[in-house]
T-cell receptor, first 110, second 119 residues
Framework: DAKTTQPPSMDCAEGRAANLPCNHS???????VYWYRQIHSQGPQYIIHGLKNNETNEMASLIITEDRKSSTLILPHATLRDTAVYYCIVPRYNFNKFYFGSGTKLNVKP | GAVVSQHPSRVICKSGTSVKIECRSLDFQATTMFWYRQFPKQSLMLMATSNEGSKATYEQGVEKDKFLINHASLTLSTLTVTSAHPEDSSFYIC???????????????FGPGTRLTVL
């Protein structure tokens, strides 16, 4: 798997955009970037994934740099319920095993 | 869509007993399911890959005789922790692989987890 690096924690004010970075400089051409989040004592929740183009869904936007070495997950209007650990995962092509790193603990504050 | 359930959500057992955890994909079929373990304040750790109709493949360091996995149908995988001991107490989470119509590739959908406490 391509190694991913994320900041251990971030704070965000409620109602503001939360921008969570992920570095995956060893990613290869066919490997997707996945984002999940885990709210305390629950299973991880799928957020979004992408290959090259930026992606948007009802939960978030994913911005992938042109060289694909990093990406940013954007929660446009963070709420208190978005407080969670966010994981960026790049599984090896055609294997789809997920090896979770430490993730980023996002604290949304009122 | 893509809902995964686990049963039970919580289990407490005595040391030396075996515990079975079920993982079901409710609205889709999953050829491949995965089992993870998570200790307090740690990240998820992949234990094994479960393929319908074939033997599970285990990650390095995971004892296959202790953690028995059966994937008998396209919607059900089970994890049995045999002769459980207090050090097996953990949060066990399964996931099932599915491909969204717009996804372009397979995605894992996770169950809510099972909290195992071994006394």
């Amino acid at each position: 798997d391509a190694k991913t690096t994320q900041p251990p924690s971030m704070d965000c004010a409620e109602g503001r955009a939360a921008n969570l970075p992920c570095n995956h400089s060893t990613i290869s051409g066919n490997e997707y970037v996945y984002w999940y989040r885990q709210i305390h004592s629950q299973g991880p929740q799928y957020i979004i994934h992408g290959l090259k183009n930026n992606e948007t869904n009802e939960m978030a936007s994913l911005i992938i740099t042109e060289d694909r070495k990093s990406s940013t997950l954007i929660l446009p209007h963070a709420t208190l319920r978005d407080t969670a650990v966010y994981y960026c995962i790049v599984p090896r092509y055609n294997f789809n095993k997920f090896y979770f790193g430490s993730g980023t603990k996002l604290n949304v504050k009122p | 869509g893509a809902v995964v359930s686990q049963h039970p959500s919580r289990v407490i057992c005595k040391s030396g007993t075996s515990v079975k955890i079920e993982c079901r994909s409710l609205d889709f079929q999953a050829t491949t399911m995965f089992w993870y373990r998570q200790f307090p304040k740690q990240s998820l750790m992949l234990m094994a890959t479960s393929n319908e109709g074939s033997k599970a493949t285990y990650e390095q360091g995971v004892e296959k005789d202790k953690f028995l996995i059966n994937h008998a149908s396209l919607t059900l995988s089970t994890l049995t922790v045999t002769s459980a001991h207090p050090e097996d107490s953990s949060f066990y989470i399964c996931s099932a692989e599915a491909r969204l119509a717009s996804g372009g590739t397979d995605t894992q959908y996770f169950g809510p987890g099972t909290r195992l406490t071994v006394l």
